[in-house]
């Protein structure tokens, strides 16, 4: 079979089972896992050794890592420090050693028990959180336990993938083998401990330096010369880079790529970064999970039905009562307890890389590696109903609506999302800020960037007329969207794509002038400001101060030119996309506002004659005489 038939096959399998189990509730994971055993060599046997494409797929877990690196803002570390590092550490060691006490009861040897008790301690991130979406739980208290929870245990695949070699038999020396065959070239396999030490730690200062102060350059080289493939080709160049380097050193490739995500945390191209490799993470995580399920020994699960059920059973039941305990224990509601610990009762995505792994530093058998793969893929496929009879024995669902919003959806959930913090977006930004609202920002001009984080602001680097870039700033949960951008055409496209794809939020927008501020109203704006319209107003009030108008006079002068402007800007409006009659319009109405206007505020001085300054301040309601 040629490569190009297999890819084809892959990706076929891809596209149909994908969406396919999320409509069916179950989600994509299950899905890919399905399509794998239907397409391997004991169903259809459309593909043959699925060795080569695993490879390539691994690299999806190494992006994975790469992206909740990125995460790891100090600012959510500390939100979330103790369902982190309280209730996620303690579910970690608990269950696993529950798990391990369980799997010594069945026979395992004590190291088998402790590798598989570690191992299947995970959850699956991407089930349970598509879940909690879908049942209004991810902003609320159960959220962030969860969310805490299975962020602890995505950071304990790095420590698991070091220390499981140690768990070979044969030691340290076959540990050591067994990790240079896992992750490929090690240039400093024959050097002494403690020079492989300080390579390693070498290697470690090399990504946090390299990351911090290298990149940098780099991105706003590229960032001026508004190549986004070329973007894109660098974020991937520094995965495969960091992954490679810890490679290189005898460490996980994977530990390369989170510790790289780490350091570009607090980065400006955070957003962008993030935006440009979740595709390929997508895409390649699919395919592993595709690879694991064509790689299931069906042989051996079907002969071992009774074996897989009580494991499956066993798995799902110990996990969740030891993490329902864990939750009272840390004073949560015994609903709220109980929610969190059926969604996480499932195995996790993870559990697939680290049996596989096991198996290659021969941890754990084939045969028990496959039933452990198997039993988790049956456990993530029982969890969407296992979480709805929790709800209907507990008769009343989690609590969901007046919660408080999950520490790490704050950033993502702005109040406003302001396009543009130049000049005219940094008045919008200063203004909701000093009142307690909370912005996130989008701006494309690396100076102006380096400006403003040089001031303390947050802004992050990116193109606002990129769908998947305002999803990334929170355009789906943000009430209002400012689009100030000093770009005519780019302010058009960008409030065009946010009402078509954001009907929620109340659109407004920067207008260049009236022409301008028609186009964006027929797009869709709710409010347009013409960018110099008030401050001309104000220097004309204060030009006629300097020609010896008293300054309520002058005052007064610039609020019926307003009101007069405004009326005219909507009488003309149904004429704008008639150039020639609008053009007539536009010509025959500024002599008559001139006389009006000039008529009006005679009238208005007149009533005043006998008024005091501050009341002639206030406002006029015959100004137009009606």
């Given at each position: ?400 609506g007046a919660e408080p919003v999950n520490a790490f959806e704050e950033e993502s ?66 009430k209002v969207l400012v689009v100030a951008v000093d770009d005519r055409e780019k ?13 929620h939020l109340k659109v407004m927008a920067r207008a260049f002038d009236r022409r ?111």
């Open positions: 079979m040629t490569v190009l038939t297999q890819v084809f096959v892959y990706l076929a399998a891809a596209v149909v089972s994908g969406p396919a189990a999320k409509r069916c509730g179950l989600g994509s994971v299950l899905g890919y896992l399905v399509a794998g055993v239907a397409i391997g060599p004991h169903a259809l046997k459309l593909v043959g050794a699925v060795e080569d494409v695993s490879r390539a797929a691994e690299f999806g877990v190494v992006i994975l890592l790469f992206l909740i690196g990125l995460e790891l803002r100090p600012a959510l570390l500390w939100n979330l420090r103790r369902a982190i590092f309280g209730l996620g550490l303690a579910q970690m060691l608990a269950v696993a050693a529950a798990l391990a006490a369980g799997a010594v009861v069945l026979g395992l040897t004590g190291r088998e028990a402790i590798a598989a008790g570690l191992i299947l301690a995970l959850s699956s991130t991407a089930i349970v959180l598509q879940l909690l979406d879908e049942k209004g739980l991810r902003r609320g208290p159960v959220g962030m336990a969860v969310f805490g929870v299975l962020l602890f245990q995505d950071l304990a695949v790095i420590p698991l993938l070091a220390f499981l070699p140690l768990l070979a038999v044969g030691g340290a020396a076959a540990a050591h083998d067994a990790q240079a065959a896992a992750h490929g070239i090690n240039l400093i396999g024959d050097w002494p401990a403690w020079a492989q030490g300080l390579a390693v730690l070498g290697a470690v200062l090399a990504l946090v330096v390299g990351g911090r102060y290298l990149t940098q350059p780099v991105f706003r080289y590229i960032a001026r010369a508004g190549l986004r493939e070329a973007f894109t080709a660098f974020a991937l160049l520094l995965v495969v880079g960091a992954a490679l380097l810890m490679q290189l050193v005898g460490m996980s490739p994977a530990l390369g790529a989170f510790l790289a995500g780490v350091v570009l945390a607090e980065s400006e191209f955070r957003r962008e970064l993030e935006t440009d490799i979740e595709p390929f993470r997508g895409l390649l995580l699919g395919l592993f999970f595709i690879t694991v399920g064509a790689g299931l020994n069906v042989p051996l699960v079907l002969s071992r039905p009774v074996d897989l059920a009580l494991v499956v059973l066993g798995l799902m039941v110990l996990k969740g009562l030891v993490m329902f305990c864990i939750g009272l224990l840390f004073r949560g509601p015994w609903r709220d307890a109980g929610t969190a610990a059926v969604a996480l009762s499932q195995g996790g995505e993870f559990a697939f890389v680290l049996l596989t792994f096991a198996v290659t530093t021969r941890v754990l058998g084939a045969d028990l590696a496959a039933l452990l793969t198997a039993a988790v893929a049956l456990s993530m496929a029982a969890t969407p109903l296992a979480l709805t009879a929790w709800e209907r024995l507990a008769r009343t669902p989690a609590r969901s959930a702005p109040d406003a999302l302001i396009i543009g913090f130049g000049r005219f977006g940094q008045i919008v930004g200063r203004v909701l800020t000093a009142n307690g609202f909370t912005t996130s920002v989008l701006e494309s001009s690396v100076e102006q960037i380096e400006l403003l984080r040089r001031f303390g602001r947050r802004v992050y680097y990116g193109d606002g007329a990129r769908l998947d870039l305002l999803r990334a700033a929170g355009a789906e949960r943000a302010a058009t496209e960008i409030v065009e794509i946010a009402r078509e794809t954001f009907p301008h501020a028609y186009e964006l109203l027929d797009k869709g704006a709710q409010v347009v400001e013409r960018e110099t319209f008030e401050g001309g107003l104000a220097m004309a009030a204060e030009t006629l101060r300097g020609l010896g108008w008293r300054a309520y006079r002058a005052e007064r002068a610039a609020r019926l030119f307003r009101l007069h402007d405004e009326r005219m800007f909507e009488q003309l409006r149904p004429l704008w996309g008639d150039e020639e009659r609008f053009t007539i319009a536009t010509r025959e109405s500024s002599p008559r506002m001139d006389d009006l206007l000039r008529s009006d505020l005679e009238r208005a001085v007149t009533r005043a004659e006998g008024e005091t300054e501050e009341e002639a301040k206030g406002p006029d309601p015959g100004a137009f005489g009606c």
